[in-house]
């Protein structure tokens, strides 16, 4: 039989209300009375109707997630941080993803499952503004990632251009003078690949150091085989470069595959860096340098955005929230201890 308020408050001695205030965090409630009243919500092992709670406020109590791609082992640890934080909020997270196509992003933007949660988180690629603009309905949303947006929705992503200038400044740092930049894109100008290249070729400018399209490699996607091609055609081209800045870490970990199997050993001919910080990046032969965002300040900016709006605060300008990134030096660029 399940434990009700009433339950709790007869063992306590004290009124329904008072439980009730304990159970969602009120600050009028004594300290004494507060302890007293955990002690019997442990013993008696209360669980609040988080559904009921939700309901009255008129709210579903879920709230949606909606990424590019989920075989990409950053978003997957994203979604992660996201789903784990919003439980300590009594939210449940709904997981989709888009495939980065724009026909399935403007679907979720204009409330695909509106019925059933009270928000969105978005990662969109393809999304346009007008897109944004004609969004109706009045369920929050706030975006990720880099593309720039002039729509009145919480933005939050990380300073990319001053990522890159951490990673290329690292490769300079330690000596190398020619940096190629692995997973450069056509089109769209302020998108996070060209961000990162741009962060590159402003530190190799101020170096001195070359900054030529024979050490740019267009790739088509973000994986592993799109990083392993672009360096075969690097190395064909007779670019060799003593140092690549790889766009993900899923690309760097190509990019070391195929200089491996060219006979170039990684640090000590050619030094590789990738971004994200994925879980793989810890544990392959080589470890992998890398920027690391910090996932689960995005995903506690999101997630906190997005439910501030939910409880009311929609006056509030948009606003444009960045979290920090951090260099990670492994063994792809400084080799292992001795």
Same mark, same amino acid.
């Given at each position: ?10 063992? $306590? ?20 009375t507060?302890?007293?009243?955990q ?14 709670r939700?309901l009255?406020?008129?709210?579903t109590?879920?709230?949606a ?18 789903i =784990? ?10 997981l ?42 009045d369920?929050p ?6 593309? =720039?947006? *002039?729509?009145p929705?919480?933005h ?6 001053? %990522?890159?200038?951490?990673? $290329? ?10 940096? %190629? ?7 769209? $100008? ?7 290249l ?11 150091l070359?900054?030529? =399209? ?22 064909? &081209?007779?670019?060799?470069?003593d ?5 993900? *870490? ?12 060219r ?7 050619? $030094?590789v ?17 890398t ?7 995005? %995903? ?9 709006r939910?409880?009311?605060?929609? =006056?509030? *300008? ?13 063994? &792809?660029?400084v080799?292992?201890?001795?």
């Open positions: 039989m399940a434990i009700s308020l009433k339950d709790v408050a007869r063992q $306590a001695g004290v009124s329904v209300k008072t439980v009730s205030n304990v159970v969602n965090g009120y600050r009028h409630v004594t300290p004494e507060r302890l007293k009243v002690r019997v919500i442990d013993e008696l092992g209360y669980r609040p109707n988080l559904t009921a939700h009255r406020k008129g709210r109590g879920m709230i997630l909606a990424v590019p791609e989920l075989h990409n082992p950053y978003f997957a640890e994203l979604a992660d941080a996201v =784990e934080y919003a439980a300590g909020l009594d939210y449940i997270v709904l989709d993803h888009t495939g980065g196509r724009r026909d399935q992003e403007v679907l979720f933007a204009q409330g695909f499952r509106a019925r059933v949660i009270d928000g969105l988180i978005l990662s969109p690629i393809e999304l346009e503004n007008e897109d944004l603009l004609a969004r109706g309905g369920a949303l706030v975006l990720l990632g880099e593309r =720039e947006y *002039d729509a929705y919480d939050v992503a990380i300073d990319n251009v001053a %990522a890159a200038r951490t990673a $290329a400044s690292h490769l300079v740092d330690i000596g190398r003078r020619r940096i %190629a930049f692995i997973g450069a894109r056509h089109g769209r $100008a302020r998108a996070t690949a060209h961000l990162r741009r962060g590159w070729r402003e530190v190799m400018t101020e170096n001195g070359p900054t030529g =399209e024979e050490l740019v490699a267009v790739t088509d996607g973000y994986t592993r085989e799109d990083g392993a091609q672009a360096v075969a055609r690097l190395l064909d &081209s007779g670019a060799r470069p140092a690549v800045f790889c766009y993900n *870490d899923l690309i760097a970990v190509g990019a070391m595959r195929t200089l491996a199997e006979g170039l050993r990684v640090p000590d001919d050619v $030094a860096i990738g971004f994200d910080d994925i879980e793989e990046s810890r544990y392959g032969a080589t470890t992998l340098t920027i690391a965002p910090h996932k689960r300040a995005v %995903a506690r900016a999101a997630t906190d955005a997005l439910l501030e939910l409880a009311g605060d929609r =006056e509030i *300008d948009p606003r444009r929230l960045q979290p920090g990134f951090a260099l990670v030096t492994r063994e &792809s660029t080799g292992r201890p001795s």
